[in-house]
């Protein structure tokens, strides 16, 4: 069933051009967690989007899915976060952020009394660097999860504007 999780994640991020104004990128790459108590892979594949409000304020959403090679155990996380761009030049974006995270954890042990299912909300700050390449754009970020569950989370991938220009 993860592979078809896989495959739905990245059918959304290569086919996700669609004509919109030049304002929105969408794209996705990998990430990596730092787990506290040692229970899962820490990669993950990620979808992302980017809408620049004005100015140097933008706003983000990424949907991470853990890839643990178990088929009883799950975890993904969904974050939204606003962007501050401290450094904007043509080729090169330096921003921080602030926002929210919400993460979900899964055991599925098929037996009587030993599912477990976690959700907790988080508080996301970190700082990230995009790259222009053209026509698509890189991204690598750093963020700290503040919560129940802690981890560090370090993501890099690519960004396709949308639109033509």
């Known amino acids: 069933m993860k592979i078809k999780h896989l495959f739905a ?13 030049a304002q929105f990128s969408l794209g996705g790459g990998m990430a990596y967690r730092t787990e506290t108590n040692g229970a899962a892979d820490n990669f993950a594949v990620q979808a992302r989007g980017i809408y620049a409000i004005s100015g140097p ?5 990424d949907f991470n899915f853990y890839l643990d090679g178990l088929e ?19 080729n090169l974006k330096v921003y921080a952020l602030a926002g929210l995270n919400y993460i979900s954890i899964k055991y599925d042990l098929f037996m009587p009394g ?45 960004l396709f504007p949308l639109g033509g220009r």
């Not at 994640?9 to 104004?21: K, V, W």
């Not at 304020?57 to 959403?61: E, F, I």
């Open 9 to 21: 994640i990245l059918f959304f991020i290569t086919g996700a051009r669609i004509s919109a104004d």
């Open 57 to 61: 304020w933008r706003v983000g959403a």
């Open 72 to 90: 009883y155990y799950s975890v993904w996380d969904l974050n939204l976060n606003g962007h501050c761009l401290f450094v904007n030049n043509d």
């Open 114 to 158: 030993y599912d477990f299912s976690q959700s907790e909300p988080g508080f996301n700050i970190g700082v990230g660097i995009n790259l222009l390449f053209r026509p698509v754009t890189g991204f690598v970020e750093a963020r700290a999860v503040l919560g129940k569950v802690d981890p560090l989370v370090l993501s890099a991938g690519v």
